[in-house]
């Protein structure tokens, strides 16, 4: 692929992007207090916990928490600390952030006493959905990844790229975005999520909360999501797997060669169910929700 189409893409899996901000909820259970994570609660029934990705705000979920509220289940959303405002804490330094993320959403489910969770993550949360199912598979009881693959390597170099073979490119994307001038974030968040949000009335919002994010913290994300290849951790996996995926904005690929990319990459996984969804760009539950919805119910309902 062309250079600059693949950063677009990749632009687009990691989810560097945000929403308005909205009130939490303190989280049911015995006080949980993380340096990395935030958890707010809502509603009643079987569990959901929601992650959303690089720099996003919890509120990506508000109209699937809405809908899961609904529908009778008790709705647990992550915020990442150094992403949409909150505070960087323990993410402000160190190599890696979405492995320690995962181990705290791990933590939380183990310390909350939840009994085997069905666990939603877009984009890098699903990544980290991926690690704490693959590392801790008795806490989770289904996994939806939605839009995000579990080598994101895989995109920056020829078949067969292994992590340490596109390093030096994941360290030039973790400078760049390190480095952006204050002046520029602006242009470049304008432009990114043009790409990753089809309906335009809703992207002032992701605008504005990446311009409150951490470049550092999104930085080393978005490094480590590039150099850390999951797929041989994907046959530790137990949980059943819905994935839902899209054609990126961009992307010289057919739908066709996009579905045999994710086939190939998703291979180890013992019970996974591969969706491509049409007419969405990157945030599938803004620009197709009620197919997303429809998703949603089918993966909480298969046994």
Do not use: K
């Not at 160190?94 to 492995?99: I, L, M």
């Not at 969770?117 to 890098?124: E, L, Q, R, T």
């Not at 360290?171 to 999520?193: K, M, N, W, Y």
Request: charged share 20%; hydrophobic share 40%.
């Amino acid at each position: 692929m062309h250079r600059r189409h693949l950063l677009q893409s990749s632009l687009a899996l990691a989810g560097i992007a945000v929403l308005s901000a909205c009130a939490t909820t303190p989280a049911a259970g015995p006080a949980f207090t993380s340096d990395r994570i935030s958890v707010s609660v809502e509603g009643a029934g079987a569990d959901v916990v929601l992650i959303p990705g690089l720099t996003s705000h919890p509120s990506i979920w508000d109209d699937t928490a809405a809908h899961l509220v609904g529908t009778g289940h008790r709705v647990h959303r992550v915020w990442v600390s150094g992403f949409a405002g909150r505070p960087s804490g323990a993410n402000a330094t160190g190599e890696q952030v979405g492995q320690p993320v995962a181990e705290e959403i791990a933590r939380y489910i183990r310390e909350q006493g939840l009994t085997r969770p069905a666990v939603i993550g877009h984009s890098m949360g699903g990544w980290m959905g991926m690690v704490v199912a693959a590392r801790h598979p008795d806490l989770v009881g289904r996994l939806m990844v939605v839009d995000m693959l579990p080598f994101m390597g895989a995109m920056f170099g020829p078949p067969g790229a292994t992590p340490d073979q596109v390093r030096p490119v994941a360290e030039q994307i973790r400078d760049g975005i390190r480095s952006v001038p204050l002046d520029q974030r602006r242009t470049r968040a304008e432009a990114t999520i043009a790409g990753m949000i089809r309906t335009e009335s809703l992207r002032e919002g992701p605008i504005q909360h990446t311009l409150n994010s951490d470049y550092d913290v999104a930085g080393r994300s978005f490094h480590e999501l590039i150099v850390t290849d999951l797929r041989p951790e994907l046959a530790h996996i137990t949980a059943p797997t819905t994935v839902l995926y899209v054609t990126p904005t961009g992307a010289p690929l057919t739908d066709a060669q996009l579905d045999v990319f994710y086939q190939l990459s998703y291979q180890t996984l013992p019970t996974h169910r591969l969706v491509r969804i049409p007419e969405a760009a990157h945030f599938i539950m803004f620009d197709n929700r009620s197919r997303f919805f429809a998703e949603v119910d089918a993966f909480l309902s298969t046994e």
